[in-house]
């Protein structure tokens, strides 16, 4: 992906895999459905789709989805949730050689909604821009809300306009949107950051 020089916000499509009619321009978000390979069956986590070169996004893996990760060669999770991190997941990565950043951002399902903690978004993003942690995945319980407020704040970063922003959160949250989530991203304050990120040269290993 492309980043527009200056300091104007770019619309960018959203554009399903699937479809034939990609615009020129535009970010293909991939999603991925179980494969067959020589062992047999890769199963992505929930919610899996590449994000940029090098960063992924999904709900919660479980032990059924090691051996997909295994193929992405990651070296970092970012993981937002409070609770302690499984044991079987634990292993994976140590048995991996992937680095594990937690931040405890609390989930809500019932109003008053949790409010989300600016200065740990900042910090979960400078760790999606380290060049050094990528590639990585970034998830939560189920990939929506946390995952998607963080997803969308790093587009801000990418110079991204409002409406894309908000219609790629929706692509995942549908009829769960937060309208706190989309507020949160809106006032996100991304001047402490010097420079929008790009990834084109930092392709996942």
């Known amino acids: 992906m492309r980043l527009e020089n200056g300091d104007r916000s770019t619309c960018h499509p959203i554009v399903n895999s699937s479809s034939d009619d990609e615009d020129d321009?535009?970010?293909?978000?991939?999603?991925?459905?179980?494969?067959?390979?020589?062992?047999?069956?890769?199963?992505p986590p929930l919610n899996f789709a590449m994000v940029d070169y090098g960063v992924f996004r999904s709900g919660f893996?479980?032990?059924?989805?090691?051996?997909?990760?295994?193929?992405?060669?990651?070296?970092?999770?970012?993981?937002?949730?409070?609770?302690?991190?499984p044991?079987?997941?634990?292993?994976?990565?140590?048995?991996?050689?992937?680095?594990?950043f937690q931040f405890a951002i609390e989930g809500s399902k019932e109003p008053p909604l949790v409010n989300?903690?600016?200065?740990?978004i900042k910090e979960a993003l400078r760790v999606v821009l380290d060049e050094k942690n990528r590639p990585l995945l970034i998830h939560c319980k189920r990939g929506k809300h946390r995952t998607g407020s963080l997803v969308g704040c790093l587009?801000?970063?990418?110079?991204?306009?409002?409406?894309?922003?908000?219609?790629?959160?929706?692509?995942?949250?549908?009829?769960?949107?937060?309208?706190?989530?989309?507020?949160?991203?809106?006032l996100f304050d991304i001047s402490g950051f010097k420079q929008p990120p790009t990834f084109c040269s930092h392709s996942p290993n």
């Open 25 to 43: 321009g535009g970010l293909l978000l991939e999603s991925y459905s179980p494969v067959l390979d020589g062992e047999g069956l890769l199963v």
């Open 116 to 120: 989300i903690p600016e200065e740990t």
């Open 87 to 100: 044991e079987a997941n634990v292993e994976f990565l140590n048995a991996n050689g992937i680095r594990l």
């Open 155 to 186: 587009r801000k970063l990418q110079k991204w306009c409002l409406t894309s922003i908000f219609d790629e959160y929706q692509r995942y949250a549908a009829e769960k949107t937060r309208v706190s989530d989309l507020r949160f991203m809106e």
């Open 61 to 85: 893996p479980d032990t059924a989805n090691f051996a997909f990760l295994q193929t992405l060669g990651f070296r970092s999770i970012i993981y937002l949730c409070p609770e302690r991190y």
